[in-house]
């Protein structure tokens, strides 16, 4: 079975301009982007992320950008993520002390907001930009990782994450167990103790890269799974899937690892009963929160991950 029909139609209007204009100036699009980002601004954002600290949950923020093609966005990204890691430290000071033994605040970001893209400079460019944000989060002690993006960026992000570590060990990387090569990489980066956000993958691949059929990609999450549990660094287990929810739990008993050594990581707006079921139970559960201007490549990942996201997105065109 292939993961969903209506994936590769979906992702391929990601890419499109003209039906992000459509799509953008569609009432009703409001509702469901609210379902699954956090609002435009800082000031929108903060409340939900004091909400969901004060329930047990932790949190890794995303400014929403990415495939960023002028400097001046770039530079507009790193002024915002440096205020946001700022004001996200600060709150978490406001809130009474967890049990958490790691950063209650994560952020996440992509290399192509920090200007990869920027021609034969990009990665340059990049690198100096993760740079600054990872010393701005040092100082306040709120964690980085690195989002996982289209196969083209991988080598380069692996790469500049492998480089960063040695004056961060903390920062993480995501993985996605779509692509063929998906164990090996856990093997290696979880042998140099990296923390890893293992999850299925989001993008369009081609079949010589990633798999396509969903038990391929499931087994290769179970097997990456085992893998970085096994492995020195720290795992982070991000799905909605019960099954690999079940693994999650499974092996992280078999192999002793409990909250400050793994934690699940779910998306805001999914599973929303579900995350708070896990927290009930004593597990760490962080929950990725996008906000900003940029929801559209991220929305049209999400509808195409899951037909009923579709239904609920047609739904709330035809609701008043
Ligand atoms: P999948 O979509 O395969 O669904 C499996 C099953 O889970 C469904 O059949 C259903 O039972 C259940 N389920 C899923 N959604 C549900 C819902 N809304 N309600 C009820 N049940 C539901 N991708 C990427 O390429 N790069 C990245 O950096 C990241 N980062 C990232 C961070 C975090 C914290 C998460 C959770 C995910 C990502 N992703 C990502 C996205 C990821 O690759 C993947 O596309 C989605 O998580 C969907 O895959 P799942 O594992 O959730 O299950």
């Given amino acids: 079975i292939r993961i969903n029909p ?47 600290l004060a329930g047990g949950r932790t949190v890794s923020v995303d400014f929403l950008g990415e495939y960023t093609t002028e400097r001046g966005m770039a530079d507009a990204a790193v002024t915002e993520y440096l205020a946001l890691i700022g004001e996200l430290a600060a709150l978490d000071r406001t809130l009474p002390d967890s049990a958490s033994t790691v950063p209650r605040v994560e952020v996440s970001l992509k290399l192509s907001a920090l200007g990869q893209f920027l021609g034969a400079d990009g ?5 100096e930009n993760l740079h600054k944000l990872c010393a701005k989060a040092a100082e306040s002690q709120v964690w980085v990782t690195v989002d996982a993006e289209d196969h083209t960026t991988t080598e380069e992000t692996v790469a500049a994450v492998r480089e960063m570590r040695s004056e961060f060990p903390w920062l993480g990387l995501a993985v996605q167990t779509y692509l063929r090569d998906a164990v090996a990489r856990c093997r290696d980066l979880s042998a140099e103790g990296t923390r890893i956000r293992l999850c299925k993958g989001a993008y369009q691949e081609p079949e010589t890269v990633a798999y396509r059929k969903r038990a391929e990609v499931d087994a290769s999450y179970l097997e990456c799974l085992d893998v970085i549990m096994r ?18 739990l499974r092996e992280s008993a078999e192999k002793y ?10 998306l805001y707006g999914i599973r929303d009963a579900e995350q708070r079921r896990l927290v009930g139970e004593g597990q760490a559960l962080r929950v990725y929160v996008p906000y900003g201007g940029q929801w559209y490549g991220y929305l ?21």
């Fill in 6 to 52: 209506l994936r590769p139609v979906i992702l391929a209007a990601a890419g499109s301009d003209r039906m992000k204009r459509t799509i953008t100036k569609v009432p009703a699009t409001a509702a469901v982007v609210k379902r699954f980002v956090a609002g435009e601004t800082r000031a929108e954002l903060l409340p939900v992320v004091r909400e969901l």
């Fill in 123 to 127: 990665p340059a460019i990049a690198a």
């Fill in 231 to 248: 492995g020195d660094g720290y795992p982070m287990v991000a799905t909605h899937d019960p099954a690999m929810l079940d693994a999650g």
């Fill in 257 to 266: 690892r409990g909250p400050g050594d793994f934690e699940f990581q779910m």
């Fill in 300 to 320: 049209m990942r999400r509808l195409a991950e899951r037909p009923a996201n579709v239904g609920f997105f047609l739904r709330a065109l035809t609701e008043r």
